[in-house]
């Protein structure tokens, strides 16, 4: 087994979870749409909320990465970072990036000490952003 096929379950598992909703979505629906076995996907992970973890885990980095590429605080006012941000923001919501990440979160939001730890994880995040 390969990183492929974790990235296929990740990947796979974020569509249905924006399509389906989370607490609709079933292990056997990812398997389905993994064509994996059930050994593939515990290989990886433990449980349906350990991939949405992943997921979520892998939306930060990649935002984190494309803050930190228009954020460069050595050579630009912290007015200049805040436009680029804000710029980026507006080119995610134009281009639907993160609508469908956001509907999985809020499809959770009956389970307020999770939401509570991606909002904390998120923040996280952008602190690290900013403290560059």
């Known amino acids: 087994m390969t990183t492929i096929l974790r990235d296929k379950i990740i990947q796979?598992?974020?569509?249905l979870f924006a399509e389906k909703g989370y607490e609709?979505?079933?292990?056997?629906?990812?398997?389905?749409?993994?064509k994996c076995s059930k050994g593939g996907l515990y290989?990886?992970?433990?449980?349906k909320m350990?991939?949405?973890?992943a997921i979520i885990k892998l939306q930060i980095e990649t935002y984190s990465e494309?803050?930190?590429?228009?954020?460069?605080?050595?050579?630009?006012?912290?007015?200049?970072?805040?436009?680029?941000?804000?710029s980026l923001f507006i080119?995610?919501?134009?281009?639907?990036?993160g609508n469908s990440e956001f509907d999985i979160y809020f499809s959770l939001s009956s389970n307020d000490i999770?939401?509570?730890s991606i909002i904390k994880t998120m923040q996280d995040s952008m602190v690290q952003v900013f403290k560059k």
């Not at 796979?12 to 569509?15: D, F, H, T």
């Not at 609709?24 to 993994?34: G, H, M, Q, V």
């Not at 590429?69 to 941000?85: Q, S």
């Not at 080119?91 to 990036?97: L, N």
């Open 50 to 53: 350990e991939i949405l973890q």
């Open 114 to 116: 999770f939401v509570a």
């Open 24 to 34: 609709n979505t079933s292990i056997n629906d990812i398997l389905k749409a993994t």
């Open 43 to 47: 290989h990886y992970f433990q449980s």
């Open 12 to 15: 796979n598992s974020a569509i």
């Open 66 to 86: 494309q803050f930190n590429a228009i954020l460069d605080l050595k050579n630009k006012t912290a007015v200049v970072n805040f436009n680029n941000l804000i």
């Open 91 to 97: 080119e995610f919501d134009e281009q639907g990036i």
